[in-house]
């Protein structure tokens, strides 16, 4: 499956962002998926991840917990991160990713990664 992640951008903090990812190459609906991303000086990590099909289970990193919203919609073969309350120490940038198992999206592993999106929140 191959991803395209888009969106990111500069905004002030407290402001909104929504990421988006686009697939193609497979069947959307079948793989889990999650939005990753590596801040200045440090390793990628998971910020949220969605498992397939309907997308019943989902989890969030503590940091963006209650600021953060992932979805998906298998009509469009996208995933979206809808980003409010953006603090600087959400710059980073960000990557989504999929697998069939979401075990590995939750690892920070998954198969398939989109190219990254830099996401900048000024104070």
């Known amino acids: 499956v191959q991803l395209q992640a888009s969106g990111g951008g500069l905004v002030q903090a407290g402001g909104s962002l929504r990421l988006s990812c686009a697939a193609s190459?497979?069947?959307?609906?079948?793989?889990?998926m999650g939005w990753f991303r590596r801040a200045p000086g440090k390793e990628r990590a998971i910020v949220a991840s969605?498992?397939?099909?309907?997308?019943?289970?989902?989890y969030y990193s503590d940091s963006v917990k209650g600021r953060f919203t992932i979805s998906r919609d298998n009509a469009k073969n996208t995933m979206y991160l809808q980003m409010n309350s953006l603090k600087p120490e959400d710059t980073a940038v960000y990557y989504c990713?999929?697998?069939?198992?979401?075990?590995?999206?939750?690892?920070?592993?998954?198969?398939?990664w989109g190219q990254g999106t830099l996401v900048t929140v000024s104070s």
């Open positions: 990713g999929a697998d069939i198992l979401l075990t590995r999206v939750q690892r920070a592993t998954p198969s398939y």
């Open positions: 190459g497979r069947t959307f609906g079948d793989y889990s």
């Open positions: 969605i498992s397939s099909r309907s997308g019943g289970s989902t």
